[in-house]
């Protein structure tokens, strides 16, 4: 899809949204409430409509109203067409606080949304937390090829945008306890069980980062990877998409540092993890703690980034930030 004029703004902290951010979030909403008529639901979502509800967003909510519009008329046609206002409350159905009583799903509805603009990666990325725990997963990967990634299509250790056209688009789905599954993005529910590869050694892994730099310090990660042993470039894409690959062993180690300033969203990587987890790898901050899901929309400090892996190389990452922490100069 290319985006016209006005189908994308900047949000208040810089970063972009585009119709299709809003729209996923409203159709899924919408799905939502449909799947579980009459029960509360608690819906933990990035976007909010506060700026489509003032004049200046008037034309940004009817054009994603007109889009929601035409994805309910192909897949729901009996369903009578939804007004801007509603396509607007639906949206506003996300804004739940989470925590660590109860059911909470949790949407971002474009992760990536800068690798969407860019015509690179992205995810719609919906996971369910269970009394603080994520219980289950599902990333719809429309730009990730269905094979596996492998270094023919790295190009200086970024994907090349150059899958072929018939192969791309992967859904990858996962729920505790029952194993992590892939397939084609428009097949239905993945099929195919999934794993991630534990078998290789160092100089064959290869670790994969944000596109961003903005998002994450890609030093640091060449540096704790030097320190492992990895000799392959690194693989950068955009989004949870990442998961995905580390989950059907396209790459064996995902790193994230972003700044010390950021604060991470559970919605970044709830449904991410729900796959990984099912998929044999093991995920933590950055000193081998456990990502806590059940304290709002916001994770609680992390000590400097995140850390998704095989078995083997999460301890080998783990035992190299210590030694690389430890080599630093303490503050006096
Ligand atoms: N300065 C920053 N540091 C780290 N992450 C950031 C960031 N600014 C935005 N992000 C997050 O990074 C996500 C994309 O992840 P990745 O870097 O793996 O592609 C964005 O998701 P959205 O695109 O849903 O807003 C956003 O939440
Ligand atoms: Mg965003
Ligand atoms: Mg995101
Ligand atoms: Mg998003």
Same mark, same amino acid.
């Given at each position: 899809?290319q985006?016209?004029?006005g189908? /994308?703004?900047?949000k208040e902290d810089?970063? &972009? ?7 996923a979030?409203?159709l899924?909403a ?7 008529p009459g ?9 909010d ?9 008037a034309?940004?909510?009817d054009?994603i109203?007109?889009l929601?519009n035409e ?6 046609p009996q369903?009578a067409?939804?007004?801007s ?5 639906l949206?506003d ?5 989470? @925590?660590?009583?109860g059911r ?9 949304t ?12 919906? @996971?369910l ?7 289950l997963?599902?990333l719809g990967?429309?730009?990730? &090829?269905?094979y596996?990634i ?6 200086e @250790?970024?994907a090349a945008?150059?899958?072929?056209? *018939?192969?791309?688009g992967?859904i990858f ?5 029952q194993g992590?599954?892939a ?6 529910m993945?099929t195919q %069980?999934?794993h991630c590869?534990d078998?290789l050694p160092p100089s064959q892994?290869r670790y994969?980062e944000?596109?961003?730099k %903005?998002h994450?310090n890609?030093g640091?990660?060449l540096?704790?990877g030097a320190e492992?042993g990895?000799?392959l ?9 990442k ?5 059907r062993?396209d790459a064996s180690?995902f790193?994230?540092f972003p700044?010390a300033a950021?604060? *991470?969203k559970?919605?970044?990587?709830c449904?991410?993890?729900?796959i990984?987890e ?11 703690n456990?990502l806590?899901?059940s304290q709002?929309?916001?994770?609680p400090?992390?000590?400097g980034g995140i850390?998704a ?5 999460h301890r ?7 030694k690389?922490?430890e080599? *630093?100069p /303490?503050e006096?």
């Open positions: 899809m985006l016209k004029h189908e /994308k703004t900047d810089d970063s &972009p949204v585009t119709v299709a951010d809003y729209g979030q409203a899924v919408w799905s939502l409430r449909r799947a579980f029960q509360p639901l608690s819906l933990v979502a990035e976007e409509a506060v700026d489509l509800r003032e004049p200046s967003g034309a940004m909510l054009r109203t007109s929601v994805a309910l008329a192909i897949e729901h369903v067409r939804l007004s206002a509603e396509v607007a409350d949206v159905v996300g804004c739940s606080e989470g @925590g660590g009583v909470h799903w949790v949407l971002d509805p474009i992760d990536g800068r690798g969407f603009v860019g015509q690179r990666q992205y995810a719609v990325c919906l @996971g937390l269970q009394d603080g725990q994520v219980a997963g599902v990967c429309p730009n990730l &090829p269905q596996a492998t270094d023919a299509d790295c190009d @250790g970024q945008r150059s899958f072929s056209e *018939e192969s791309v992967t789905a996962a729920s505790k306890g992590a599954y397939g084609p993005v428009f097949g239905g993945p %069980r999934i590869n078998s892994v994969m944000s596109f961003e %903005r994450s890609h640091l990660a540096q704790i492992i990895v000799e470039p690194s693989l950068k894409l955009d989004s949870q998409a998961y995905g690959a580390l989950s062993g180690i790193m994230r700044d950021y604060r *991470e559970i919605w970044d990587h449904a991410g993890v729900a990984i099912e998929a044999g790898a093991v995920i933590t901050d950055a000193l081998g456990p806590d899901f709002g929309r916001f994770f400090y992390l000590n850390v892996a095989t078995p083997s190389m080998a990452i783990m035992a190299a930030i210590r690389i922490r080599l *630093e /303490k006096e």
